[in-house]
């Protein structure tokens, strides 16, 4: 007679048996879970080869054609780009783009300057809200035709309220000098409302306790700033700085209206602005295709760069 | 059943994706953002492309009705904005989805040619219809696919003219009678210096306040300096379309003289004040003396003209030239009517084109219009310049368009090559000869020859390797 010792008989003995039945029982019961995760994973993931790896591999290879953007390609390997690399129109469109950047602090000091006069208690608050942010939503063609009439260097706005200081102002459109201050102007005007929303809501975020205990060890109010502010809201300011840089790499729309032909002496041609030329004017896809990926690597670089740094810099205040 | 539905939804979901990034989608209404460009199918079915304003529509409606009715077939019309045609074309090329009868601008039309995409009309029209055309109406859309000649008569042409746009010259008249001034010959050319005496007596502060009130005129170099120049007898391009001629003494001349007319004889207002906008308000306001003219400018002149006689009424005038008994001359614009050479209906679609560019009743509704001179010599000459015009308010020497159309107007300069980047090349630093006067025309032309020939022999280049490619 066979007998068996307390812990055999209380501890099932897990066969292979058991292990495989237990397996099928559990695809069993979730095969059809699995089956609705593969269909809604499908959907990104179709989305993300159609629309993002394919047009990026047929951008690869046409900016590797010679190209019409109407009939056949011709495979010439790298020729576009170091056709580019000689071409003086490219460089000073890509220098004309970088310059444009210069508008990017410039927005963002007014806009957290007014987020913190916003944040304040002061009359007309909500007026002033409203007022700032109505150029976002308003058409940037009806806002590019607006300032293109401000800039006139007769009669426009710009120069008359320039003349009740006692300055001549220039003629914005027409200098070569003033052409992109001007088109800079007309962009941080137009982002400064959005801007101040996201400064502003940062800002009201800030924990007032933290500005208590400064006060209480005698912090001046620049000290809070830089301080506490400031730092508080980095990651707004980190979000719009690469979002902007991506925004002004495209600058294109205001440039097309307001000086169609690239301004004077080609002063406000963005790369943007060439690449649309060089694809549907001149016929040269494939050349434009090269020159659009080369400024997207150029904007991926600067978007790493920028994240480095801000992982450089990142804190917490727990 | 389960698994089944899976697949379904994954299914669908791959689909929708699918379709909303190859379709073009939409149905062919005729002005949604992304019409279904598609040529037609059934054997009477068919698509036309095209931009304009409400009298092309209205004109185009009306004809493509009646030719609907006499034909049986099925047109589609697909109305865009102006500014976005070319690149909707193109896209719509690109994706396989050519309509069957589509406008093309002469100065894109190497590369569809080309690529295939355009098909030879000189076998669907009759010769007694290309001769009732102005000459430059087809010749515009003639290529030879082998030498790339373009604008030859006799060679196969790739679309029919939708218009012809002569770009007139033309005074205020009541600015005259208010100066006192002898008006201008309406068929002889004014030289060059009577032009400049007759800006300089243009050009007066009226009230003594040390400001200008009136100028002689106000031109715009990019578009209104080309008369200028082919009226002293120089060109930007040689005959053959291989040479850039810009440094030629006649040339440095031309474009100084014109420079100088600003900055020298002060007859034009300062740069400031001459942006291209204000130029064209001054001219509406009565401020400035000489002005372009052209066609679709007619309606708008008459409504100020109309509201505001005390300031402004305006007659159309040859441009002048450089010296006495130059021939003068100034540009003359054109957009095409052409066919799919893939279409399933080439015939039929040959047909509409055909009906579009001289079907009498929508030339006339477009004339009426005042949007374009007609295209058939026939009724322009006849009943169109001896009645029609003046009852439709056109001006009384309206037979100086005619006479643009058929002897005196010439091509932009880039619209025979591949592509134009050798012309706009041409404008760029134009302002340091014409605004400020930095350098001087002779300089500006020399520095820029060499740039515009590299533009232009690349131009080539591309035109050899897309006859090659196809």
């Known amino acids: ?318 | 059943m389960n698994r089944k539905l899976t697949t379904a939804v994954a299914v669908t979901f791959a689909g929708a994706l699918m379709l909303s990034a190859c379709s073009s989608g939409g149905s062919s209404g005729d002005s949604s953002d992304n019409p279904d460009t598609s040529g037609g199918d059934a054997p009477n079915e068919l698509t036309f492309m095209f931009r304009g304003g409400e009298y092309d529509k209205l004109a185009y409606e009306a004809a493509i009705a009646s030719f609907e009715e006499e034909t049986g077939a099925d047109v589609t019309m697909i109305i865009t904005d102006a500014d976005q045609y070319n690149t909707k074309l193109q896209a719509a090329i690109a994706g396989n989805k050519v309509p069957d009868v589509f406008y093309v601008d002469p100065a894109n039309m190497m590369g569809y040619v080309y690529a295939g995409v355009l098909a030879d009309l000189s076998g669907y029209v009759d010769q007694s219809v290309v001769d009732n055309l102005w000459s430059f109406g087809v010749d515009a859309y003639r290529m030879n696919i082998e030498t790339g000649a373009r604008g030859v008569d006799g060679d196969p042409f790739y679309g029919l003219p939708k218009d012809v746009g002569p770009f007139g010259f033309g005074f205020n008249t009541v600015l005259f009678d208010k100066l006192g001034l002898e008006h201008p010959s309406l068929d002889e050319p004014m030289t060059f210096d009577e032009f400049t005496e007759l800006a300089k007596q243009l050009t007066v502060d009226m009230d003594g306040d040390g400001e200008l009130d009136h100028w002689g005129t106000g031109l715009n170099v990019m578009w209104n300096s080309q008369a200028f120049i082919w009226g002293a007898g120089a060109d930007w391009i040689s005959e053959d379309q291989k040479t850039i001629t810009v440094d030629t003494p006649e040339f440095a001349e031309a474009l100084q003289w014109f420079a100088d007319l600003g900055l020298v004889e002060g007859v034009t207002p300062s740069a400031e004040q001459a942006q291209t906008l204000d130029t064209y308000q001054r001219w509406m306001a009565g401020e400035i003396g000489f002005f372009p003219v052209a066609p679709w400018d007619i309606a708008t002149y008459n409504d100020k003209a109309a509201n505001d006689p005390e300031n402004f009424g305006y007659e159309v005038i040859p441009y002048p030239v450089a010296n006495e008994g130059d021939d003068w001359a100034t540009w003359l614009g054109s957009l095409g009517i052409g066919v799919s050479e893939n279409s399933a209906n080439k015939e039929l679609a040959a047909e509409l084109a055909v009906y579009l560019s001289t079907d009498l009743d929508a030339q006339k509704t477009l004339a009426d219009g005042k949007v374009q001179i007609p295209n058939l010599i026939d009724y322009a000459t006849g009943e169109w310049i001896e009645t029609d015009a003046a009852a439709s308010g056109w001006p009384s020497n309206s037979k100086a368009f005619l006479e643009i159309a058929q002897e005196k107007g010439r091509p932009l300069p880039m619209i025979y090559t591949y592509t134009p980047q050798w012309y706009d090349n041409f404008w760029i630093g134009i302002e340091n000869v014409v605004d400020n006067g930095s350098q001087t025309a002779a300089d500006f032309l020399a520095a820029k020859q060499p740039e515009m020939q590299q533009l232009l022999d690349q131009s080539w280049i591309s035109a050899d390797q897309a006859k090659a490619q196809g």
Do not use: C
Not at chain 1, 45 to 63: C, D, K, R, T
Not at chain 1, 88 to 93: E, H, I, M, N
Not at chain 1, 147 to 165: E, R
Not at chain 1, 239 to 267: D, K, R, Y
């Open chain 1, 1 to 318: 007679m066979a007998t068996t010792t307390e812990a055999e008989r209380t501890t099932p003995v897990w066969t292979k048996a058991d292990a495989k039945a237990s397996r099928k029982a559990n695809n069993k019961l979730h095969r059809k879970e699995h089956a609705w995760a593969a269909a809604f994973m499908a959907a990104p993931v179709i989305g993300w080869v159609a629309f993002l790896l394919f047009p990026m591999g047929f951008s690869i290879y046409a900016s590797m054609t010679n190209w019409n953007g109407i009939g056949n390609m011709t495979f010439i390997g790298l020729d576009n780009y170091t056709r580019l690399l000689q071409d003086p129109y490219f460089w000073k469109a890509l220098w004309n783009t970088v310059f444009y950047m210069i508008g990017i602090p410039i927005g963002l000091a007014i806009s957290l300057a007014l987020a913190l006069a916003l944040s304040r208690n002061i009359r007309g608050r909500t007026f002033f809200r409203t007022v700032y942010y109505i150029p976002v939503i308003s058409s940037l063609a009806a806002i590019a035709i607006l300032w293109q009439w401000a800039y006139n260097g007769d009669f426009g706005l710009v120069n008359q309220a320039l003349a009740l200081v006692g300055i001549q102002g220039p003629n914005w459109l027409m200098d070569p000098l003033w052409a992109k201050p001007a088109l800079i102007i007309m962009a941080v005007w137009k982002g400064l409302g959005y801007s101040t929303l996201l400064y502003l809501a940062a800002v009201q975020a800030v924990p007032r306790s933290l500005y208590e205990a400064a006060s209480l060890d005698g912090a001046t109010s620049w000290k809070r700033f830089t301080k506490i502010t400031w730092p508080m809201v980095r990651p707004v300011t980190f979000f719009l700085v690469v979002t902007n840089i991506i925004a002004g790499s495209m600058i294109f729309t205001e440039i097309n209206i307001m000086t169609p032909t690239g301004g004077p002496s080609w002063s406000t041609a963005s790369l943007v602005w060439y690449v649309w030329n060089q694809a549907f004017r001149n016929l040269n896809m494939g050349y434009a295709t090269a020159m659009a990926l080369v400024l997207g690597i150029l904007v991926l670089i600067v978007t790493i760069i920028q994240f480095r740094i801000n992982r450089a810099n990142d804190f917490s205040i727990d």
